[in-house]
């Protein structure tokens, strides 16, 4: 019965242009017309284009370290202004600004433990930032500068502020991958933040 009827609902008149049409929506790719790997832009498949490696210099800059000073082991530290570093993480960072650690988990394998911390960027920040995320986890290795402080500190850390510096490396897993540096979170170290941020825009050309 479905045959019989098949030429009464289709009137030879529109097949011409029922054939065009379909021979058009077969040149459309899958999932209607998804752009195929090899004509994406090249940003969306290098999202390393650009970054620095994690090396040398950038190492001591950003260095995955919490200075001791800013969970309470050291009320003497040295002058933000006496950093060696400080200007350059100031003027460099993709985030420069208040953070608060939210969250502290432990992955351990046998005696190796691995902490992150996942924090929030606070608003404003002390630097216009080069990266629009609010929020970063922090990873802290065994072989990491922090580590030492964060298996002190452990849970503690939870709830505390700092002032931190961020900024995305070429990582070696073809991903980018993030190195900081995280200073106490005092009215000395924000002036001295800022006072080397308007010196870098002041300088740049």
């Not at 019989?4 to 209607?32: E, I, N, Q, S, W």
């Not at 929030?120 to 609010?134: E, I, N, S």
């Not at 070429?170 to 991903?175: L, P, R, S």
Request: proline share 9%; with cysteine; hydrophobic share 45%.
């Amino acid at each position: 019965m479905l045959r019989a009827l098949a030429p009464r609902m289709m009137p030879a008149a529109g097949a011409a242009p029922l054939r065009l049409a379909l021979a058009a929506l077969a040149t459309v790719g899958p999932a209607g017309g998804c752009v195929a790997d090899h004509e994406r832009p090249a940003a969306s498949v290098d999202s390393q284009a650009g970054l620095p490696p994690w090396e040398g210099r950038a190492r001591e800059v950003f260095d995955d370290n919490i200075e001791p000073a800013a969970v309470g082991f050291s009320l003497d530290g040295p002058s933000p202004r006496s950093d060696p570093f400080l200007r350059e993480r100031a003027q460099t960072g993709d985030v420069v600004a208040r953070v608060r650690v939210n969250t502290v988990t432990v992955d351990s394998i046998g005696e190796q433990s691995t902490y992150h911390l996942g924090i929030q960027v606070g608003y404003p920040p002390l630097a216009t930032p080069r990266a629009p995320d609010r929020a970063f986890e922090l990873h802290i290795r065994p072989q990491s500068r922090a580590f030492g402080v964060a298996k002190a500190i452990d849970a503690r850390l939870r709830g505390l502020t700092f002032i931190a510096f961020i900024r995305r490396f070429a990582g070696e897993a073809g991903e980018p991958e993030i190195h900081w540096h995280l200073s106490p979170d005092t009215a000395e170290v924000a002036a001295a933040v800022k006072e080397a941020v308007v010196l870098g825009e002041l300088s740049a050309p």
